[in-house]
């Protein structure tokens, strides 16, 4: 079972954008390797909104034109185009799977408590005016959300300081402003004293919080904890969801990588690869990111591509990290190993 991450309007608004209808699009598809994507059926709403007013504003922007004239362009298929019916259609065909969660209950009841809310401009309603009515019925929709979850723990996304105030009053709702917020609250649970004595019972060396140096999540969608002291480091896997410890390694790979980069020989490409491969599991992404680019820049390691070695190597590294790689190494990766 993955988290539930719900977003706020302000984290996937994309009213310029004419290709994809959800927006902040880098940090969900970060949210998806670990997470189920929730939007609140207002945020949907107005997201459409905020396109349809784009759309316009462009629309006459484009009637008004005196190219439009000189050019004698048809004004009628301009202002014949069916707005909302073709964000309809983009919504339909957004790539990114999330689940829609509704207001269903008692809305007079609802109502009520909104408007006492907005009276004494308590959160999510500014201090000192009324403004607020769309992230108060945010607000509920979140709550009944999760009246109703089993979850032990639910994330909202949100940059909205009221929101955030109204919401963090319950304690399974865990307020963060992007992912990289969300990743340290789980640093954070690494860095317990409950946790750091089960790590001993299953290692037999004590991992004190301040040697934790860094947290992230392998190919294998697990955990890997970095834990340095003195001249020791340790790399240890952490199932997803249970948190029991899977494994653990002091082999130095790091310094296999950074050499593996500037390989200089077809010979040293399979060599370094029989190194490391079992370790793959602890990779960093930014020792992924690495080695990918290295894959897509030199010439003894993508000339041979096609051994079996290699190509798995590789291609298991890309595809479970692709989301993290600049699109120009993509693009290059993709041509010499012949992936999508």
């Known amino acids: 079972m993955k988290y539930n991450v719900i977003f706020d309007t302000n984290s996937v608004r994309n009213a310029e954008s004419t290709l994809d209808f959800l927006g902040g699009r880098s940090e969900i598809e970060r949210f998806l390797k670990v997470a189920d994507i929730i939007i609140p059926d207002l945020v949907i709403e107005e ?27 048809n004004n009628e298929e301009v202002e014949k185009f069916n707005i909302e019916e073709w964000i309809s259609e983009l919504k339909k065909k957004e790539q990114i799977p999330y689940k829609i969660i509704l207001l269903t209950k008692n809305k007079e009841q609802v109502f009520e408590e909104i408007r006492n809310l907005c009276l ?23 709550l009944e959300f999760l009246n109703k979850s089993k979850n032990e723990m639910i994330f909202v996304v949100t940059k909205d300081d009221r929101l955030k105030l109204a919401l963090q009053q319950y304690p399974k709702l865990k307020i963060v402003r992007d992912y990289d917020e969300f990743e340290k609250y789980n640093i954070d649970y690494f860095k317990d004293n409950y946790f750091l004595s089960r790590l001993k019972e299953e290692m037999g060396e004590e991992i004190k ?11 294998e969608e697990n955990w890997v904890i970095k834990s340095v002291s ?11 969801l249970s948190r029991e410890v899977l494994g653990y390694t002091d082999f130095n790979f ?4 950074s050499n593996f980069k500037s390989t200089a020989s077809f010979a ?5 690869i029989e190194k490391i491969k079992d370790y793959s599991k602890y990779f960093s992404n930014e020792e992924i990111q690495s080695l990918i680019q290295a894959a897509s820049a030199n010439d003894q390691i993508y000339t ?14 890309y595809k479970a990290k692709k989301q993290i790689i600049p699109e120009n190494i993509k693009q290059n990766f993709e041509n010499y190993f012949k992936t999508a």
């Open 120 to 142: 004494k401009n308590l959160p999510p309603f500014d201090v000192n005016s009324d403004r607020g009515f769309k992230d108060a019925y945010i607000y509920f929709t979140i």
């Open 47 to 73: 997201i459409k909104c905020q396109k349809i007013k784009h759309l316009i504003t462009k629309r006459d922007s484009f009637l008004s034109n005196p190219f439009r004239h000189l050019l004698n362009l």
């Open 230 to 240: 003195g001249e020791k480091t340790y790399f240890i896997e952490i199932d997803f």
């Open 304 to 317: 041979i591509s096609d051994d079996p070695d290699v190509k798995d190597f590789f291609e298991t590294l």
């Open 268 to 272: 040293s490409t399979h060599a370094y």
């Open 209 to 219: 919080a301040k040697n934790i140096e860094d947290i992230w999540l392998n190919i």
């Open 254 to 257: 790091p310094d296999y990588i």
